[in-house]
């Protein structure tokens, strides 16, 4: 890291999806002059704008976006590779005297930059992946995380057994390095001057929030962006097609659901998924939790501006 941005001011907005996060970024960056740097896991691939919720166009002409649109779905991207085009983008708007506004909802993106992760620089092994994989099929998801809890038990106790593809990454790591993942994913304070801004809203009202989303994505042509991307070769296992607005879809054009049907299996995905995100905010440094933020003037006298 450069000393341009050694203690500089950077101003986190996390919080579920559907809270406002992008609106209340759009308007402090108009306000404090800075630009938005993307914390958002599924916006990095093209193609993939609605049920994505990029921001769009006008909003993007009106401030400037970072980390959108950067490879096409069936491209790796990894958590190592993010942080380090973050941290460039970052470095980007100091030498320019901007403000970096990271916005978004992916809590391992955010915390690995707010937190100063060490992350693992382990390339994916796709052979290795596929074997371990087909033994969660074949033998259930938790003896996949009980082999893991065999080999780093501090990396098995922070990773649900559910969530199969972070057990099959730390495991991953493991067989490469011969290290556990836990024992190579250390922290250093990052040198900025950090405040987040937390967003919350009561549960019911999250949920209404989202159920109007997804509506609002079905109208404006969600289905037919999942079938352009099948109609371009993405295939359901690539993590862009597996992923939250997009997987749900597959028994639709499977023929085994109806179209009512993936949209509501859409929205109770979409409701566990808002309320996991929270396990990732509430640690993160410079926290303020807001829950109402109409007051916008307010905010931004909490907020320190670059200097000139």
Not at 92 to 101: F, K, Q
Not at 152 to 169: E, L, S, Y
Not at 194 to 214: F, G, K, N, Q, S
Not at 244 to 266: C, D, H, K, N, W
Request: contains cysteine.
């Amino acid at each position: 890291m450069t000393s341009e941005v050694s203690n500089a001011p950077l101003l986190a907005i996390v919080g579920a999806t559907a809270v406002g996060k992008t609106a209340l970024g759009l308007e402090l960056a108009q306000r404090l002059g800075g630009e938005i740097i993307s914390a958002d896991s599924r916006q990095v691939y093209r193609f993939m704008d609605i049920g994505t919720a990029k921001p769009t166009v006008a909003e993007r002409n009106t401030v400037r976006h970072h980390l959108i649109d950067l490879v096409n779905p069936d491209e790796q991207f990894s958590l190592a590779t993010y942080q380090e085009e973050a941290q460039t983008a970052i470095a980007d708007c100091r030498a320019r005297g901007v403000l970096p506004l990271l916005v978004g909802g992916t809590g391992q993106y955010v915390a690995a930059v707010l937190e100063g992760w060490n992350v693992p620089r382990v390339p994916p092994q796709l052979a290795l992946r596929a074997n371990l994989q087909r033994e969660a099929a074949e033998q259930g998801a938790t003896t996949l995380h009980q082999r893991l809890a065999e080999i780093d038990p501090q990396a098995a106790a922070a990773i649900a057994p559910a969530n199969v593809r972070r057990v099959i990454r730390a495991l991953e790591v493991y067989l490469v390095t011969g290290q556990p993942i836990s024992a190579l994913q250390t922290r250093h304070a990052p040198p900025y001057q950090i405040t987040t801004l937390w967003l919350t809203l009561p549960r019911e009202e999250l949920y209404a929030r989202i159920d109007a989303r997804v509506e609002r994505m079905i109208e404006t042509g969600l289905v037919e962006e999942v079938d352009k991307l099948r109609q371009l070769g993405y295939t359901w296992d690539l993590p862009a097609m597996s992923s939250l607005g997009y997987i749900q879809f597959q028994p639709y054009f499977a023929g085994t659901a109806t179209l009512a049907e993936a949209i509501q299996r859409l929205k109770f995905d979409t409701h566990a998924f808002a309320r996991r995100q929270g396990s990732w905010f509430r640690r993160l440094p410079g926290l303020k939790q807001i829950a109402e933020w109409g007051n916008v003037a307010d905010l931004c006298q909490t907020i320190s501006k670059p200097p000139a």
